[in-house]
């Protein structure tokens, strides 16, 4: 059975920094593209970002504006996203997402986490 477990998620005031954690199991992890989808109240899933299979990031979306960081753990399947300087329109449901081949904002993606909310709010 395939999982992604998130965790993380918090709310947090404007300019705070949150760790958001992705568990893997159930198939192959260290062959896998990773990435990282939001969805923020009426609004539509957007790509964050992505990795590829060597810890190389292989998309950041442009309102990252540098402020966050993808990584991944191979020896532990565990994908990581590191936010800072967090900002009310960061608010959204952070999703894990897996895939054989490289994840852009146009491929899909064969594998779905339940998501870890995270708020943004003063």
């Known amino acids: 059975e395939v999982q992604l477990v998130e965790s993380g998620g918090d709310l947090v005031e404007p300019g705070a920094s949150l760790r958001l954690s992705c568990a893997a199991s159930?198939?192959?992890?260290?062959?896998?593209?990773m990435g990282w989808f939001r969805q923020g109240p009426e609004k539509e899933r957007t790509l964050v970002a992505s990795v590829q299979v060597m810890d190389s990031p292989t998309y950041y979306a442009p309102f990252v504006q540098r402020r966050f960081t993808i990584s991944r753990d191979n020896a532990k399947s565990t994908l990581h996203l590191q936010m800072s300087n967090l900002k009310p329109d960061d608010t959204a449901v952070y999703y894990c997402v897996a895939s054989p081949t490289i994840i852009l904002p146009s491929t899909p993606v064969s594998y779905w986490g339940q998501g870890t909310q995270v708020t943004v709010s003063s």
């Open positions: 159930g198939f192959t992890f260290r062959d896998y593209y």
